[in-house]
C-alpha cells in the first residue's frame, strides 16, 4: 500500500489549495479514507473520512464549511478541498486508509501517507 499526497505549500491567508491523495495497493471499494492533521506542538487531528461507499463527512469543528472531500476512482486519488484557510490550519496533513469502516481516531487507520506541509503565512 501507497499513499502519496501533494498540493501544499506556503499559502497565503483565505487561499483554498486542494491537497491530493493517490493511492496505489488498495482498492476504493474496499477501503475507507481519512484526512488527518498534525499542527505544530499538537496531536493528530482527524478532519474527515471518505466512506468506500462514496460518501464522505467533515468532522472537524474548526473546518466546517471550509473543507470537502472528494474522490476520483479512475485516478485512484482523494482530495481535500480546502477554503478561507487561517494561519492556525498551518500543519502536515495526511491521508490515511483502513479497512472496516471509517473512524474520528487516527489511530485506527492501518495506512498512512508521509504527509504533505501546508504552511498559512
Known amino acids: 500500500v501507497q499513499l502519496v499526497e501533494s498540493g501544499g505549500g506556503l499559502v497565503q491567508p483565505g487561499e483554498s489549495p486542494r491537497l491530493s491523495c493517490v493511492a496505489s495497493?488498495?482498492?476504493?471499494?474496499?477501503?475507507?479514507m481519512s484526512w488527518v492533521r498534525r499542527a505544530p506542538g499538537k496531536e493528530r487531528e482527524g478532519l474527515g473520512d471518505?466512506?468506500?461507499?462514496?460518501?464522505?463527512?467533515i468532522y472537524a469543528d474548526s473546518l466546517k464549511g471550509r473543507v470537502s472531500i472528494s474522490r476520483d476512482k479512475a485516478k485512484k486519488t482523494v482530495y481535500l478541498q480546502m477554503s478561507s484557510l487561517k494561519p492556525d490550519d498551518t500543519a502536515m496533513y495526511y491521508c490515511?486508509?483502513?479497512?472496516?469502516?471509517?473512524?474520528?481516531?487516527?489511530?485506527?487507520?492501518?495506512?498512512w501517507g508521509q504527509g504533505t506541509q501546508v504552511t498559512v503565512s
Open positions: 490515511a486508509a483502513r479497512v472496516g469502516g471509517c473512524s474520528r481516531d487516527p489511530s485506527a487507520y492501518a495506512y
Open positions: 495497493g488498495i482498492t476504493f471499494s474496499r477501503h475507507d
Open positions: 471518505m466512506h468506500r461507499g462514496g460518501g464522505s463527512q
